[in-house]
């Protein structure tokens, strides 16, 4: 009996440890065998790979270097927009500047204001007169007034009077030009002084354009003309500059109230 009980016990505890190991039962590899499983299982080398390709490199974390962006390449910067804008003022100055000496250059034209200009009959001009108006024409920015013939010997004492335009007071008309010679407006004709009077600063000129009063540097500046059979034609390219402050060769007092 004690000797089965022995014989069980061994067996079970043969059987125990042949539970505990894996490889129980398994023959064991000799050392040439092992050697062998180990070389097959390690990674290929680089100079080992048969099609001589490139080895795989493992991923990683790549560093991204940040550059500063390129504002002239995405917009406009401060310093691109003022250059601009100071190259277009210039362009725009350029251009003002070189077609206002284009038009002083042009020339004038043919039949407009700065050229010879067929403004009217006497028998116009004497229509006017009857009224106590002079004879305005606007296309040529004259004004036709009569000169008396009773005042020519003190007109020829003027030196301001050229040649041209005493010629043309002894036919017994003056050509105007309508611009006041003291900054450039209109010069109306105010009828109730007769005289013409600027409303811009006051200046005031007789029936013949000579300067009364006010601001204006000499009289109202006229044209030379001629008559052509019955028609005036007024040269308004040949302006000639009124007569000096002082001359008053028509003695003509204001015929009523200015206007001015
Ligand atoms: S513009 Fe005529 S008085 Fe000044």
């Given at each position: 009996?004690t000797?089965s009980f022995?014989?069980?016990g061994?067996?079970?505890?043969a059987?125990?440890?042949?539970q ?10 000799d050392?040439?065998a092992?050697r062998?499983?180990?070389v097959?299982q390690?990674p290929p ?11 795989p ?12 962006v390129?504002?002239?390449a995405?917009g406009?910067?401060?310093r691109?927009?003022l250059?601009?804008a100071l190259l277009a003022g210039t ?11 284009l038009?002083f250059?042009?020339?004038a034209p043919?039949n407009?204001?700065?050229s010879k ?7 116009d001009e004497?229509?006017a ?6 004879f ?7 004004y ?5 013939k ?5 007109a020829?004492q003027?030196?301001a009077y050229a040649?041209p335009?005493l010629a ?5 008309y003056v050509a ?5 010679p003291?900054?450039?407006c209109r010069?109306?004709?105010c009828?109730?002084?007769r ?6 600063h006051?200046s005031?000129?007789?029936?013949v354009g000579?300067k009364?009063g006010?601001?204006a ?9 001629t008559?052509?059979g019955?028609?005036i034609?007024?040269d308004?390219?040949n302006?000639?500059l009124?007569?000096p ?12 109230p200015?206007c001015?």
């Amino acid at each position: 009996m004690t000797t089965s009980f022995l014989v069980v016990g061994a067996l079970a505890c043969a059987a125990l440890v042949a539970q505990r190991r894996p490889h129980a039962g398994v023959p064991r590899l000799d050392r040439a065998a092992r050697r062998q499983d180990h070389v097959a299982q390690r990674p290929p080398r680089a100079h080992h790979r048969r099609d001589h390709s490139p080895v795989p490199t493992p991923r990683r974390e790549r560093h991204v270097t940040r550059r500063p962006v390129d504002e002239e390449a995405i917009g406009v910067t401060r310093r691109s927009f003022l250059n601009r804008a100071l190259l277009a003022g210039t362009g725009v100055g350029v251009a003002a500047f070189a077609s206002a000496a284009l038009g002083f250059l042009w020339p004038a034209p043919a039949n407009g204001f700065g050229s010879k200009i067929t403004i009217g009959s006497t028998a116009d001009e004497a229509a006017a007169f009857a009224t106590k108006q002079p004879f305005y024409n606007a296309a040529a920015k004259t004004y036709i007034v009569a000169y008396p013939k009773a005042d020519l010997d003190k007109a020829e004492q003027v030196p301001a009077y050229a040649p041209p335009i005493l010629a043309g007071m002894e036919a017994g008309y003056v050509a105007l030009y309508q611009t006041c010679p003291h900054l450039g407006c209109r010069v109306p004709w105010c009828q109730s002084s007769r005289w013409f009077e600027c409303p811009c600063h006051g200046s005031k000129y007789n029936a013949v354009g000579e300067k009364q009063g006010g601001p204006a540097p000499r009289g109202m500046d006229r044209f030379v003309f001629t008559l052509s059979g019955s028609d005036i034609v007024v040269d308004t390219g040949n302006l000639v500059l009124g007569p000096p402050v002082g001359t008053d060769t028509s003695d003509q007092s204001p015929a009523g109230p200015p206007c001015v």
